[in-house]
């Protein structure tokens, strides 16, 4: 069951996510890294989450950069599963530093 949750709900059990700019309900987050390696790597590894988790990511990469938008399409909006996904991201950038 994945509810669409008030975006500032969402935002509030995250840091450094903000709302999507274009008005969709999404939240985004910029990670940076040491090099492209690095920042394919973790990609690798989310990808494999994400497809583990049947729940994946819209995202964006040139060099070290990884822009990340997430939402819950079959449910219109940001949900638990979105969160979840973040925080996978969230501990595994800091673990790669
Ligand atoms: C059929 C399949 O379960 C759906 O298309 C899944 C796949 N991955 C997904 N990923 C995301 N981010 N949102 C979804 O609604 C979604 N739906």
Same mark, same amino acid.
């Given at each position: 069951?994945?509810? *669409?949750?008030?975006?500032?709900?969402?935002?509030?059990?995250?840091?450094?996510?903000?709302?999507?700019? +274009?008005?969709?309900? #999404?939240?985004? !987050?910029?990670?940076?890294? %040491?090099?492209? @390696?690095?920042?394919?790597?973790?990609?690798?590894?989310? @990808?494999?989450? @994400?497809?583990? #988790? +049947?729940?994946?990511? %819209?995202?964006?990469?040139?060099?070290? *950069?990884?822009?990340?938008?997430?939402?819950?399409?079959?449910?219109?909006?940001?949900? %638990?599963? +979105?969160?979840?996904? @973040?925080? !996978?991201? +969230?501990?595994?950038?800091? *673990?790669?530093?």
């Amino acid at each position: 069951m994945t509810t *669409k949750l008030e975006l500032d709900t969402a935002l509030g059990q995250l840091s450094g996510w903000t709302a999507a700019e +274009d008005g969709k309900h #999404a939240i985004c !987050k910029t990670y940076k890294f %040491e090099d492209f @390696a690095t920042a394919f790597g973790f990609m690798s590894a989310i @990808a494999t989450q @994400a497809e583990k #988790a +049947d729940h994946h990511p %819209e995202w964006f990469n040139v060099y070290n *950069k990884v822009e990340v938008t997430l939402t819950t399409h079959d449910a219109g909006g940001v949900t %638990e599963k +979105d969160i979840s996904l @973040a925080q !996978k991201m +969230d501990a595994l950038s800091a *673990k790669l530093g």
